[in-house]
């Protein structure tokens, strides 16, 4: 989830992705054309629809899921009650020594905490996390990468993007988390740093190359763990810039989106395995899908169908993953579900993290000054789980529904970071950076002052050894 100033979605037939071929994009073009028979085809032949989707899910090495109907309880972090709570003046100091990879051993998540940031807008683009940079190269009229690209060609957004990965992150950014104590960076790319899809409007340039050079400047220096992720998968799969591009979800049911999903995996898993370092990373497929998008990070944002086919995604790369190391582990986002509602898919012993996601600013009718201690109590529930999979809070922020305060950040941010490690695997704070001085907050100033890691560094807000500001 990534807070927006505004949220715009182009639903005309140009804002979709590029036609290709598969069992239900021609079915989608034949119901966009008019074609009543293919309406009779699906509404009276299920079977037969299902028995192909199954038979060309087979030919890419893995097997159509059908069993989401086993799904666990659902634990949605925006669900949760509020009550007003009295000011608790008293913070209490934590020593926390957070672990590193100095041995060169796989991470096991089921012992590991992470101190971890992510670096969003790097490699991916969003607009009001660089207000100027998009102003300046991008400019209003395009509300992400995919419609700038198409309107531009890549001759004109390909050097501009390049230009943006050399800059937006350098080896002196990892030298200032380094110093205070971070061990794990969460990397969100697009799938075209990993693959050339035939009419995708996503930029394919020397993204690798970056990538290359700042995590093994992290690993060799500071033993940080990385965890790269496929923010974008083809076709999309959440309507959001983020999944691909606004108004784009055709990722689901759709095989040859799925087909070119794998082949981002294996870009993924040949850069781990020539790393020369792969113990160094964690692989993570998908990020926040949705196919019911009305019903966005609630517990209907995700219908059984959509279950059904993350779950074949997901043991497609877990079966590519055991090819190159089964030591390397995949790092499941739980659409808001929690990892309960994933546990019984998968077999015990599989080298899974659930990634959950909490945000404040989203959860309705909350003030600044109770969330502390209710972070205390629904770390306990999201990060514990039902004991099966490690749990790891892949992106946490501080900005509240109302009444934020800059006074109040550091006890935010220290409970935070102590209740995540202790209920769960530790987490990642969202976002690295955040260059936004003119989105405001309900209460005291702009957003990036809630959201920008390095501004806090700044601020003398995170501590290398620990936490002095937390509630619990």
């Known amino acids: ?99 590193s990879q100095k041995n060169k051993n796989f991470l096991n998540w089921t012992t590991y905490k ?28 395009y509300p992400d990468e995919w419609s700038w690209c198409q309107a531009v060609w890549f001759s004109v957004c390909g050097p501009k993007l390049e230009a943006r990965y050399a800059s937006f992150i350098t080896t002196k950014d990892i030298d200032k988390m380094g110093k205070l104590g971070i061990n794990t960076i969460r990397i ?29 400047y992290a690993i060799d220096k500071y033993n940080m763990h990385i ?29 040859t989106n799925l087909d070119y999903s794998f082949r981002a995996i294996d870009g993924i898993l040949n850069f781990i395995k020539t790393s020369g370092r792969a113990y160094a990373f964690t692989v993570a497929p998908i990020n926040e899908p949705s196919d019911n998008f009305a019903a966005f990070a609630t517990p209907e944002g995700l219908t059984a169908n959509g279950t059904n086919w993350i779950n074949t995604y997901v043991n497609g790369t877990l079966a590519r993953i055991a090819k190159v190391d089964k030591r390397i582990p995949l790092m499941l986002q739980d659409a808001f579900f929690s990892e309960e509602y994933w546990s019984p898919f998968f077999p015990a012993g599989t ?15 909350i003030y600044s000054q109770y969330v502390a201690p209710a972070i205390c109590g629904q770390a306990k529930y ?17 900005q509240s529904n109302y009444n934020n305060s800059l006074a109040y950040r550091k006890t935010l941010y220290d409970t935070q970071v102590y209740a995540y490690q ?49 509630y619990c």
């Open 422 to 470: 202790k209920y769960s695997s530790g987490g990642a704070f969202w976002n690295y950076k955040m260059l936004n001085d003119k989105d405001t907050v309900d209460g005291e100033g702009k957003l990036q002052d809630y959201w920008s890691w390095s501004a806090l560094a700044d601020a003398g807000i995170p501590s290398a050894s620990g936490v002095n500001g937390s």
């Open 227 to 255: 965890i790269i992720g496929s923010h974008s998968l083809p076709g999309g799969v959440n309507t959001l810039g983020i999944g691909e591009a606004f108004g784009h979800n055709a990722w689901f049911f759709n095989t």
């Open 188 to 216: 969100p790319t697009t799938y075209a740093a990993w693959v050339k899809m035939p009419g995708s409007q996503l930029y394919s340039g020397n993204q690798q190359a970056y990538l290359r050079s700042i995590t093994n």
């Open 1 to 99: 989830m990534r807070v927006q100033s505004s949220l715009v979605l182009g639903l005309a037939a140009s804002a979709h992705a590029a036609p290709v071929p598969s069992l239900f994009g021609d079915l989608v073009t034949a119901l966009i054309g008019g074609v009543e028979n293919a309406v009779t085809t699906v509404t009276t032949d299920i079977d037969t629809v299902a028995k192909k989707l199954a038979s060309s899910v087979a030919k890419l090495g893995t097997t159509l899921q059908t069993n989401a109907g086993s799904h666990g309880n659902i634990i949605s972090c925006n669900q949760w009650a509020f009550d007003q709570v009295d000011d608790f003046l008293k913070r209490l100091t934590h020593s926390i020594t957070w672990p």
């Open 351 to 365: 080298n899974l993290v659930i990634d959950s996601h909490i945000y404040f600013f989203a959860a309705a009718g």
């Open 382 to 398: 999201i990060g514990v789980g039902d004991g099966k999979f490690p749990v790891f809070i892949g992106e946490w922020s501080l």
């Open 114 to 141: 992470a101190n971890g940031v992510n670096f969003g807008a790097w490699l991916e683009q969003e607009p009001n996390y660089d207000l100027n940079w998009w102003a300046n190269n991008i400019g209003d009229a």
